[in-house]
């Protein structure tokens, strides 16, 4: 069974902090990985995909892999009261075709 | 920018009675998902669909479910018999590619069996 592991939290942060959010994969040989943001009642929302090994930075995102550790993470710089949502990890593994998603973390940044 | 379309946007519907959720995805692409997220709980998949057949199901795509692309542009999922426990968020996702291609959602179609 692929497993996709996130805190569930919720994370609280202030106003203009960095939130770091973070999730671990069971299948070692999975190649995609992406972060959505779901707000209350509506569909994923695509943040950010990385697929090789290291940081990658869109704005005031920046998605980490690391594969060794079967860890992914996103950090949301200067954070504002609208990235209040919950943020879903998904994994494509390595033989199959769709995504698998994690619990999600709700976050809430207080201003 | 382009959007996967869902219609329509809840949909409710008497035990045992059939449904058909439809999604136009986006124009240049050619993979289809549906996926359904029962309220509080995870994304889950569903089925894939590629060239005109379906490419990978999960244990929940039983023979109550089918889909169909009718046409160039649309792409349903049908639930023959519906039960208490088919009421969720329905997501379709379309992508350009299988696996370094990211699928962007729909809308979705909230479905209420009573």
């Known amino acids: 069974q692929k497993e996709v592991e996130q805190n569930s939290g919720p994370l609280s942060v202030p106003e203009g902090a960095i939130a770091s959010l973070n999730c671990t994969y069971s299948d070692r040989g999975s190649q995609s990985f992406f972060w959505y943001r779901q707000y209350s009642g509506k569909s994923p929302e695509l943040i950010m995909s990385?697929?090789?090994?290291g940081d990658k930075e869109d704005g005031r995102f920046t998605a980490q892999l690391n594969k060794a550790s079967q860890y992914v993470s996103l950090l949301i710089r200067d954070s504002q009261p609208s990235d209040s949502a919950t943020y879903l990890c998904?994994?494509?593994?390595?033989?199959?075709?769709?995504?698998?998603f994690g619990s999600g973390t709700q976050l809430t940044v207080l201003p | 920018e382009p959007e996967v379309t869902q219609t329509p946007s809840h949909q409710v519907t008497q035990m045992g009675q059939e449904v058909i959720l439809r999604c136009v995805p986006i124009?240049?692409?050619?993979?289809f998902y549906w996926y359904r997220q029962i309220l509080g709980q995870k994304v889950e998949f569903l089925v894939s669909f590629y060239n005109n057949e379906i490419s990978e199901k999960s244990e929940i795509f039983d023979d109550q479910f089918s889909v169909e692309r009718p046409d160039g542009s649309n792409f349903t999922l049908k639930i023959r018999s519906t039960k208490l426990e088919d009421s969720a968020m329905y997501f379709c996702?379309?992508?350009?590619?299988?696996?370094?291609?990211?699928?962007?959602f729909g809308d979705g179609t909230r479905l209420s069996i009573l």
């Open positions: 996702a379309s992508s350009d590619g299988w696996r370094n291609q990211p699928q962007h």
């Open positions: 124009s240049n692409h050619l993979y």
């Open positions: 990385i697929y090789s090994n």
């Open positions: 998904a994994v494509i593994g390595g033989s199959a075709r769709q995504l698998t």
